[in-house]
């Protein structure tokens, strides 16, 4: 007890207690699941970006050897349309989304039939059997062209490529421009990214047991989420259907999602009697597990020539892709309320347009519209301060929320709860050097030295914690934000704590082993998280948006001390003391002024199994349940500086130095703090300089293997320096932030921004994303023949 009560849990690097059994595979992926009878699944998929179905003949793969069945998208007439839960707008376009196509594909990669044979390999051997005849139409590939009169239709009986415009607008725009001393008006492109999670997806369905249940293994990040939707999409009553999330090794927003094949994958196991597994190759998923970003952003922001930012407009086009997936409307406006980021401002306007293409389905990944937001926002910001003449981080100083301004509502209507920039700034621009560098780059621009150094800024704030139910009823989303969470003590004293949140390589089990372990007085190892099953943990709503630290972690502390309240009463029955006098310390009680007088929360928890002695019309228990549904979001900032080297004759671009100082508020486990902020800035960098899926203009995905998407691997990215301010949250109990997606989101503008600066004084204003050596090449000859024109 005194070694738990001079360290607490909260707060310590313990390694994950999830490592040792993940890292050595002795642990449950969904392909690694076997079952009695299993038969394998495969899907033939579309070579054309757009086409009608003439004819599906499934019968000669039924020939070849090992084959037990195969439908076609009609045959399978009992799946209902895949679902999308946000619908953002009254008159929003949604369009049908079968399962399996049946009358037209319109994506290449679109599902047309499957195979169901006794091993992977015959089935997948069986696709080629299978016939098909189309009629080609014409790829609907530009956002711009997609919207124009007379454009190929992705969906023809809806009339229009336009799936929604939604606005926001705060203050008076126009008045604000007109009284600005400088408009910077930019555009930027969003590239569509392909996630790479590093386990494929997979499924695997049992068909009805005895009880009439069905079991769905789903390598997902929300099991309780698709338990409700695929039960409407299958028809199996949700009550009968039980989904398990076991081991997922990654998701970044791809899993956060229902897809065809699971649903299929319950109507063959119901069909053939019979459990059915699919799992996805790399390449296939690279056209079937859905894309992310995908933007076309026009930014427009007023100034005064002292550099205050007045107003700021911002348009977006939005690639939904061929379908509309679970949250894919959502996902860009999840951004629209931090386009305005630290600064103040008079007003602001924001319309986003979504629009079908024949391409992938786009939504949810890593950061989901707020790396968008805080990209544009920063390099506008680094584009005026150019103008403007005047350092871009002098700029930001002069426009960003002071730290005794907090709490502070903002342009666009969040009101941010907490904040010190200052603080981080400071504390990053000292481990980066940034005098020194400033003064090396203005030398080697002066003796023109071909390898030019850019200094890159994104000073950034993002709302996580995606939660606040009223909120999202207000954006139209059809679920709610809450979370739960159940302590059950057990007779022998140890700890289950089972958890709405759904892990995939975050830490949940060793962090909120920590914040129980904090709250009850109990050792660490003694404490067991459950998750991941909705037939274990009935409640919850899973894990995206950086929200299962913010809501999930807050309901298991708050669980914890409703526990705590309970055993108050128990304890002070069996001590003979009022509830008042009792004092609760390291997991015992004891009475105020008779320390000799004690019981530990375990002796109580077996005190009440037992129910031999409990206080009149107590329930023999001290279990406990808790559901938190915030009021509002919360706001992680922070600074992120890169320095890098750009070859203007080969175009090389080589990051120098990194350094990011993070504020994600009470920090319960620092080493995997640390392990989230490392991932999420090897991402952002990622978009900034490697990833793109690129389409060939029949919509042929041209990057889809990772011979041809350029994944970064470690001698690809530097070292990181990292380091924190602590400025707790005051939304909540633990005062914490969320971490999972503050990489991501501040470090792709600060990249672009350091290579813009390196060539900005050759006459480069921009560099599309990623930033090749191809690219950065053929801006700097642009510029370079510009100015010789000049």
Not at 581 to 596: A, H, I, M, N, Y
Not at 656 to 677: E, H
Request: aromatic share 6%.
């Amino acid at each position: 007890m005194t070694d738990q009560l001079a360290a607490p849990e909260v707060g310590r690097s313990r390694i994950r207690k999830e490592d040792a059994r993940l890292v050595t595979g002795r642990t449950t992926w969904t392909d690694n699941i076997a079952v009695t009878g299993l038969l394998h699944m495969t899907f033939l998929r579309s070579p054309m970006a757009h086409a009608k179905i003439d004819r599906v003949d499934v019968s000669p793969a039924l020939q070849r050897p090992g084959v037990i069945a195969a439908f076609s998208g009609r045959d399978l007439d009992e799946l209902g349309s895949m679902p999308c839960v946000w619908p953002v707008t009254e008159d929003i376009v949604m369009p049908d989304h079968p399962p399996v196509a049946v009358d037209e594909v319109r994506h290449a990669g679109d599902p047309v039939a499957v195979v169901i044979a006794r091993d992977r390999y015959a089935a997948a051997d069986a696709l080629e059997a299978v016939e098909v005849d189309y009629t080609p139409l014409p790829p609907v590939l530009d956002l711009e062209a997609a919207l124009a009169d007379g454009a190929p239709l992705v969906h023809a009986d809806k009339g229009t490529n336009r799936c929604y415009t939604w606005p926001l607008a705060t203050g008076d725009y126009e008045a604000e421009k007109a009284r600005a001393d400088l408009v910077v008006h930019r555009r930027y492109t969003q590239q569509r990214l392909i996630p790479n999670a590093m386990e494929p997806r997979a499924v695997v369905a049992t068909p009805p047991t005895a009880s009439n249940e069905y079991t769905l293994y789903s390598s997902t990040q929300v099991p309780h989420i698709a338990r409700v939707t695929l039960s409407m999409v299958t028809g199996i009553p949700e009550h009968r259907l039980r989904v398990i999330a076991p081991d997922v090794g990654g998701g970044f927003g791809s899993k956060l999602q229902v897809y065809g094949e699971e649903a299929v994958a319950l109507a063959v196991a119901k069909r053939l009697g019979r459990p059915v597994k699919w799992t996805e190759s790399r390449s296939e998923g690279y056209l079937a597990t859905h894309h992310g970003r995908g933007q076309i952003q026009d930014v427009e922001i007023a100034a005064t020539r002292d550099g205050k930012v007045l107003g700021l407009r911002v348009d977006l086009l939005v690639d939904m892709g061929a379908y509309l997936m679970l949250i894919t409307p959502g996902t860009p406006l999840l951004g629209a309320f931090m386009y305005p980021g630290i600064y103040k401002m008079n007003a602001y306007t924001f319309n986003c347009t979504g629009v079908f293409t024949t391409k992938t389905p786009t939504d949810a990944y890593r950061g989901a519209g707020r790396p968008e937001a805080t990209f544009a926002i920063e390099r506008t910001m680094d584009e005026l301060a150019a103008e403007l003449g005047v350092d871009p981080m002098e700029l930001r100083r002069r426009n960003w929320i002071g730290h005794d301004e907090f709490p502070y509502t903002s342009i666009s209507g969040l009101t941010y709860d907490s904040g010190n920039y200052e603080a981080a700034t400071d504390r990053a621009m000292a481990l980066f050097g940034y005098d020194d560098l400033r003064a090396e780059q203005r030398e080697r621009n002066e003796r023109n030295d071909p390898v030019r150094l850019g200094i890159g800024i994104s000073t950034y704030t993002e709302m996580c914690g995606l939660a606040p139910s009223r909120i999202l009823r207000d954006l139209r989303y059809v679920a709610g934000g809450w979370e739960a969470a159940t302590i059950r003590m057990l007779p022998t004293g140890k700890v289950e704590v089972t958890t709405g949140t759904s892990p995939h390589g975050q830490g949940h089990a060793t962090c909120w082993s920590q914040i129980a372990a904090d709250v009850l007085g109990v050792p660490f190892d003694d404490i067991e998280v459950v998750h991941g099953d909705t037939k274990a943990v009935p409640q919850g709503m899973d894990t995206y948006g950086s929200r299962s630290l913010v809501v999930g972690g807050v309901a298991v502390h708050e669980a914890a001390k409703k526990v705590v309240a309970k055993a108050r009463k128990v304890a002070a029955h069996l001590l003979e003391a009022n509830e008042a006098d009792l004092e609760f310390s390291g997991g015992t009680f004891s009475v105020k002024g008779s320390p000799e007088a004690t019981k530990t929360i375990q002796e109580v928890a077996f005190a009440t199994f037992s129910s031999h002695d409990l206080p009149d019309g107590m329930e023999p228990t001290i279990n406990a349940e808790h559901l938190v549904d915030p009021e509002t979001f919360s706001f992680p900032f922070g600074t992120h500086l890169c320095a890098i080297e750009v070859d203007t004759e080969t175009g090389r671009a080589r990051i120098r130095s990194y350094v990011c100082v993070d504020d994600v508020g009470k920090v319960i486990n620092p080493m995997i703090v640390q392990g989230q902020i490392h991932g999420g800035v090897a991402q952002g960098i990622a978009q900034a300089l490697f990833e793109e899926a690129v389409y060939d203009t029949e919509g042929n995905l041209v990057s889809g293997t990772m011979a041809d998407y350029l994944v970064p691997s470690a001698p690809d990215l530097p070292d990181f320096v990292t380091d924190r301010t602590e400025t707790p949250a005051t939304s909540n109990a633990l005062g914490v932030k969320g971490v999972g997606e503050t990489g991501t989101i501040a470090s792709t503008p600060a990249v672009v921004n350091a290579v813009v600066d390196a060539l900005r004084p050759m006459g480069v204003r921009d560099v599309a994303m990623p930033c090749t050596p191809q690219r950065i090449w053929q801006a700097v000859t642009a510029a370079r023949a510009e100015e010789g024109t000049a």
